[in-house]
């Protein structure tokens, strides 16, 4: 078991105020038999009316509507959590084989996580074909082989704004941030018959450092900001990791908040008015508690 401390702060500036509509939230994850949430709190600012509900997908969101207008949105996210990671598993079983086969029952249930969302592109049906499946390979080991494939094959370049790029796009410029990855590992798997989802949530870095300007060096791809990957399904093993930004499978370092059929921001909403200008900054920490935190980074903003 392991008990981590998490903060994760995003920040908007404008130049000059406007009035903001609702606002959703993906920061609160669920308890299970892998996570336990210690203690919870959220900042945010301007005050403002919150609700909480759990969406189709059983995630947990909290609408935040601000009240009046201001040329700063704050949000701050403090989570406490237990952590109890399992093992990675490979099943002797044919039904974990690659492709793999579902339960009429349990296809009823994925089929929408099984049918790809994007156009058919021949420059991401080329890299599929050149990165399937090897005869009699069992379906985690073929799983964690893509996954350790997009690691070594792309280059990351982080950014904070726009979503998450189109599969072919990722190809084509061989570069891409962990979103672009998680959906082109998705969407890749998705025309294999996989079903699989994108995960949003957090990445615990161990041997993250940071440099003179506080940006994070050495550890895991991605730490110090929110992080996503993807989940795919098996038979008698369930929803299980992977992290294509960093190779990971099934990876303790990973903690997910939410999982969605497309990749979706943590944090999205809407304002009325003419901002003029929008500044982003987004950061997060997460640490093992007992350990001595790091020093707090001078605030980095990016067009938006």
Do not use: K
């Amino acid at each position: 078991m392991a008990r981590l401390s998490i903060r994760h702060e995003t920040t908007y500036r404008y130049g000059r105020p406007v009035a903001f509509g609702p606002q959703r939230l993906m920061v609160r994850p669920r308890d299970s038999h892998a996570d336990r949430l210690v203690d919870a709190s959220l900042e945010l600012s301007p005050p403002g009316d919150t609700r909480w509900l759990y969406d189709a997908l059983g995630n947990c969101i909290c609408w935040y509507h601000p009240h009046g207008e201001a040329d700063r949105l704050s949000i701050v996210s403090n989570l406490v959590m237990e952590r109890y990671p399992a093992p990675l598993l490979t099943l002797a079983d044919p039904h974990t084989a690659a492709p793999v086969i579902y339960s009429v029952a349990d296809r009823v249930v994925l089929e929408p996580f099984i049918a790809p969302t994007t156009d058919v592109d021949p420059a991401v049906q080329t890299w599929i074909v050149e990165h399937m499946s090897r005869p009699e390979e069992a379906a985690v080991a073929y799983l964690t082989r893509l996954t350790q494939a997009i690691r070594a094959e792309f280059a990351y370049c982080p950014r904070e704004e726009g979503g998450a790029q189109i599969p072919g796009i990722t190809i084509a410029s061989g570069q891409g941030t962990c979103r672009d990855f998680a959906w082109l590992m998705i969407e890749a798997l998705r025309r294999l018959g996989y079903a699989a989802r994108f995960v949003t949530g957090y990445l615990y870095s161990p041997h993250l450092d940071r440099d003179g300007a506080g940006r994070a060096e050495n550890g895991h791809r991605g730490a110090g900001a929110t992080h996503a990957w993807c989940e795919v399904f098996l038979p008698a093993l369930g929803w299980m990791e992977f992290d294509p930004t960093n190779g990971l499978a099934e990876s303790p370092d990973l903690i997910r908040v939410a999982s969605t059929r497309m990749p979706e921001p943590p944090i999205s909403g809407a304002i009325v008015g003419d901002p003029l200008s929008c500044d982003l900054s987004v950061s997060v920490e997460v640490r093992m508690i007992g350990e001595a935190p790091e020093p707090a980074p001078a605030p980095e903003f990016a067009d938006a």
